[in-house]
């Protein structure tokens, strides 16, 4: 069964300190993996995108990592600043029936940073 | 501006009512998608269209209907055989030419049943 692990379910951490998210995967056949941000009551947006091909993806002060042999994608946030407090989701796009890819979540990881 | 837009924000129904959530999106998207949300869990596929008048079941569509009579619209109806209807539910779309598959996704409706 192909499932998504997001541990700790939960992080605090002092203002401008680096961290790292984490996100595991049972099945390695995977189309791509996508991070995103999902702030309190609201929708989802995508902070990057990695493909199956591909080792990292950088943005600004995220740096996502793919490893398919371990199953496992970080996600590094360098210099956290309270603006970055936010639920984090990590989502693995599997190639599915009738040409589609289905996405299988991670239960999200809530980041709290403090000033 | 292009985007996804879901309406209301906020809904709240009595049990035993049927009640339907706007989806309506301008990024001349194929493909569109509904999501629930519940806390301590990922998001889980309710439905989704690749093509006007065609969609397929996700893996919770018990109790949920949708339609696509328009490539920009895909409501969705949480009817009164939905067994616990209160959540947040997420709306999203994908272009069929985007070989990444990305989803973009609406702001939400959080629904609640009483």
């Known amino acids: 069964k192909q499932e998504v692990t997001q541990i700790p379910a939960a992080l605090s951490v002092p203002e401008g300190e680096n961290l790292v998210l984490n996100c595991s995967f049972t099945d390695s056949a995977i189309y791509n993996l996508q991070w995103f941000r999902q702030d309190p009551g609201k929708g989802l947006t995508s902070l990057l995108l990695?493909?199956?091909s591909q080792r990292e993806q950088t943005s600004g002060r995220l740096n996502a990592s793919l490893d398919k042999s371990s199953g496992r994608s970080t996600l590094y946030i360098a210099a956290s600043q309270p603006g970055d407090s936010a639920t984090y989701l990590c989502a693995v796009r599997y190639p599915h029936r009738d040409s589609n890819y289905q996405l299988i979540w991670g239960a999200g990881t809530k980041l709290i940073i403090k000033p | 501006d292009g985007g996804i837009t879901q309406s209301p924000k906020y809904l709240f129904r009595k049990e035993g009512q049927n009640v339907t959530l706007s989806c309506e999106q301008n990024l001349n998207h194929d493909a569109m998608y509904w999501y629930r949300q519940d806390p301590g869990q990922g998001l889980r596929l309710i439905y989704y269209s690749q093509i006007v008048n065609d969609f397929q079941k996700g893996d919770i569509a018990e109790g949920y209907s949708v339609s696509r009579e328009k490539k920009e619209s895909f409501p969705l109806t949480v009817t009164s055989a939905q067994k616990n209807p209160t959540a947040f539910y997420l709306c999203?779309?994908?272009?069929?030419?985007?070989?990444?598959?990305?989803?973009?996704f609406g702001p939400g409706t959080r629904l609640t049943v009483t």
């Open positions: 999203a779309s994908s272009s069929r030419t985007d070989i990444s598959y990305e989803q973009y």
């Open positions: 990695i493909q199956s």
